[in-house]
């Protein structure tokens, strides 16, 4: 079973567009929700415990920024993968 993740978003922000460098070079499917075009999405992202963007939910998890966290969960991913 392929692990999605969800990467809210919005347009213009650099460290979104890395996040979703990062999870293409990697070869991790995702969605993306700009947070500006929903309010549902913002509200999710409340629901999380983060004010800001990107935040990146995969499985149970939820990460903001581009971090050494979201970075070692991807690395789990692609073991499971293996």
Known sequence: ????????????????????????????EFEVRDVLSSKEYQKTVEGYGFLGVPVTVIGDKAIKGLTPELEELVKSIQKQKS
Request: aromatic share 4%; charged share 20%; net charge neutral.
């Open 1 to 28: 079973m392929a692990t999605k993740a969800i990467v809210y978003s919005t347009a213009n922000c650099i460290e979104c567009d890395l996040v979703k460098q990062m999870l293409t070079k990697e070869n991790i």
